[in-house]
Nanobody, 122 residues
């Protein structure tokens, strides 16, 4: 099984930045970041394909950047201009789907998940 371990969460003031990291033992076709806030549906935040193509949720586009370092088996999510509405538990996930997009990620359940890391914006 693919092992995914997130790190980098924490508390930050509105307007601040955080970078989340996710180490994985095997890179699948599609890697992504999701978030889930209490009482809300899990949301696909950003995805990145093996080739490096990225997609973003409208709510974060222009503020968040997903990237990966395949040599280090690490996925990143750089979050700028954070808002209180960004507060959630963030999950790294991976799947072998060939259609790698947030739209697809909202329609299927990714196969592999990390344990999540909490982000709180006040």
């Amino acid at each position: 099984d693919v092992q995914l371990v997130e790190s980098g969460g924490g508390s930050v003031q509105a307007g601040g930045s955080l970078t989340l990291s996710c180490t994985y033992d095997y890179e699948r076709r599609c890697m992504g970041w999701f978030r889930e806030a209490p009482g809300k549906q899990r949301e696909a935040v950003a995805t990145i394909s093996r080739a490096g193509a990225t997609t973003y949720a409208t709510s974060v586009e222009g503020r968040f950047t997903i990237s990966k370092d395949s040599a280090k088996n690490t996925l990143y999510l750089l979050m700028n201009s954070l808002k209180p509405s960004d507060s959630a538990k963030y999950y790294c996930a991976a799947d072998s789907t060939s259609e790698c997009s947030v739209a697809r990620a909202m329609r299927i359940f990714f196969s592999y998940w990390g344990q999540g890391t909490q982000v709180t914006v006040s």
